[in-house]
């Protein structure tokens, strides 16, 4: 959840689980793709969005870069976001009928849109955000089948295990968040993942960097 606004705010005040029935069902948009524009910058990728991307668009990270993502800096730390177009800001997988190109390969944050993640000592959950999705009487729907990503309990503790490592990875860096983004980038998004067992080699990835920094 963004800083410095309360749940209230934003969302209708409630925090959902995977199971639980939510509000956000826009029934295919229907023409509309007013949340695919103006918001790459904040379609921030993880590890498993580029592993998704790069085997998916059979690219390297590198050839990512070059094509369809750009590196912006999100609570102090350098990473991968989608790039967008024109005046309208369009991001870079929507196509000219104003649908998702990339619909399979989408990144986490489009798959939970209009719903977002929110972190407390519970663990995570999810708000649906009022005000963001200009489709009205939008229909019920459980969130894991909003979500639609297989192995969710799997997805889910590596989300949250992604999130608190990054808080931890900056507050240990102090000052020196240069060194940190260089290590980020080399070891989560520009070393190649293999096809399958991501969420393996994520947590090989991750134990081997808690070891390097220290944390
Ligand atoms: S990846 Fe697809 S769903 Fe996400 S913003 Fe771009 S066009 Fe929209
Ligand atoms: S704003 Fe709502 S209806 Fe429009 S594209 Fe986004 S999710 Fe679909």
Request: aromatic share 10%; charged share 25%.
């Amino acid at each position: 959840m963004r800083r410095g606004v309360s749940l209230q705010d934003i969302s209708d005040g409630r925090l959902y689980r995977a199971e639980d029935w939510v509000r956000a069902d826009a029934g295919g948009c229907q023409g509309c793709f007013f949340c695919c524009c103006h918001t790459a910058r904040a379609i921030v990728l993880d590890p498993l969005d580029v592993a998704r991307l790069t085997h998916g668009l059979r690219l390297s990270f590198e050839q990512l870069l070059q094509q369809y993502v750009e590196l912006g800096v999100e609570e102090g730390l350098l990473l991968p976001h989608l790039r967008s177009e024109g005046r309208e800001e369009r991001c870079v997988f929507l196509n000219a009928e104003g649908r998702c190109a990339q619909h399979a390969l989408r990144p986490g944050i489009c798959r939970l849109f209009p719903l977002a993640r929110y972190y407390d000592a519970q663990g995570l959950h999810y708000i649906i955000q009022k005000n963001e999705c200009v489709k009205k009487n939008r229909k019920l729907i459980q969130v894991q089948t909003w979500i639609d990503m297989p192995q969710l309990a799997q997805y889910e503790h590596f989300v949250k295990q992604w999130h608190d490592f990054r808080i931890r990875a900056v507050q240990q860096a102090g000052g020196d968040l240069k060194g940190l983004n260089l290590y980020l980038l080399r070891v989560f998004y520009q070393t190649p993942w293999e096809e399958a067992a991501f969420y393996q080699q994520f947590a090989a990835r991750l134990k081997q960097a808690e070891d390097d920094l220290g944390i």
